[in-house]
């Protein structure tokens, strides 16, 4: 018969393997978490709408706030600018700021800027015109058989003599052509 031998561990072994392996779980439990937590976060790209009060002035340069509902002179002041004891004021409001809907505030009075003479440009000097020239010009132009393709006269290339030379439709009076005087 083959020998066996008995595995079995006492009471104290059991509850340390036991607590080993639930500190282990839950330490993987925990880092799982912490893992799908801390894993791709997008902003919110999405700004709410700031609307902000620019009062006009009207024809006569009078900045006006029409009351809404459940305004108070803070939330005027706040909107606007306009300090609370000028609302007051302007507005011949009691102490309490009492507002009403549909209400009319003065804000303030637009007075358009005088203008100040200003100075005025003096005419300066009078800018030349080019006039036309009127006379009689002379041109000498050296045409030459440019056979190597060069642009430049040399000894191998001679001169091209006529007494008329025609360029598209124009018939150019030249002089005996030949190499410049």
């Known amino acids: 018969m083959y ?9 104290d072994e059991r509850i340390k393997m036991i607590k080993r392996i639930s500190l282990i779980a839950i330490s993987l439990l925990i880092l799982g978490m ?19 009060q620019t009062p006009t002035p009207d024809a006569t340069g009078r900045i006006l706030y029409h ?5 108070t002179c803070t939330s005027i002041f706040l909107l606007t600018g306009v300090d609370v004891n000028t609302l007051r004021q302007l507005n011949k409001l009691d102490e309490n ?12 009075i ?5 203008l100040a003479p200003s100075a005025t440009p003096t005419a300066g ?8 020239y009127n006379g009689n010009g002379q041109i000498c132009i ?8 060069n642009a ?14 025609a360029y598209k439709t124009r018939i150019i009076r030249s002089m005996k052509v030949g190499a410049p005087d």
């Open 34 to 52: 912490m893992v799908v937590w801390t894993g791709p976060v997008q902003a919110d790209t999405k700004q709410p709408q700031a609307y902000y």
């Open 152 to 165: 430049m006269p040399e000894d191998n290339e001679p001169p091209l003599k006529t007494e008329l030379l």
């Open 110 to 114: 637009f007075q358009h800027p005088t």
């Open 67 to 71: 009351v809404k509902q459940n305004d």
């Open 3 to 11: 020998a066996s031998k008995k595995v079995f561990c006492n009471h």
């Open 97 to 108: 700021c009492t507002l009403t809907e549909g209400q009319d505030l003065l804000l303030g």
């Open 142 to 149: 050296y045409l030459f058989f440019d056979t190597n393709g």
């Open 125 to 132: 000097p009078a800018l030349p015109t080019p006039t036309a």
